[in-house]
């Protein structure tokens, strides 16, 4: 599967965005997807998945009811809106493919099989 991460940009402390996560292929619905994102200077940081079907989600702490990750499988497409958006949230966002992801090891990268390339968020003061 290719990965194609869209949708960042430059908000003000307080706003939303809402990235999208393109799949090709035919078995995105396989996949339990993830975000991650990597500050500058930092490490690669778990952000939200979400299982097979999007029953199951989970977050990080940090993005706990702010972020919202959902799935269109008839779209091939992850989506994570972004909410109430904090200078701290600034980062490449990467969405994730975990193929037949299952257990609790969604937030380890080594989990994921496919990365798409990263978008831009950056939040201003």
């Known amino acids: 599967v290719q990965l194609q991460a869209s949708g960042g940009g430059l908000v003000q402390a307080g706003g939303s965005l809402r990235l999208s996560c393109a799949a090709t292929g035919p078995t995105f619905r396989r996949y339990r997807m993830g975000w991650f994102r990597q500050s500058p200077g930092k490490d690669r940081d778990f952000v939200a998945a979400?299982?097979?079907?999007?029953?199951?989600?989970f977050y990080a702490d940090s993005v706990k009811g702010r972020f919202t990750i959902s799935r269109d499988n008839a779209k091939n497409t992850l989506y994570l809106q972004m909410n109430s958006l904090k200078p701290e949230d600034t980062a490449v966002y990467y969405c994730?493919?975990?193929?037949?992801?299952?257990?609790?090891?969604?937030?380890?990268?080594?989990?994921?099989?496919?990365w798409g390339q990263g978008t831009l968020v950056t939040v201003s003061s």
């Open positions: 979400i299982s097979w079907s999007g029953d199951s989600t």
């Open positions: 994730a493919a975990d193929w037949m992801g299952a257990g609790t090891n969604y937030a380890e990268m080594w989990e994921y099989d496919y």
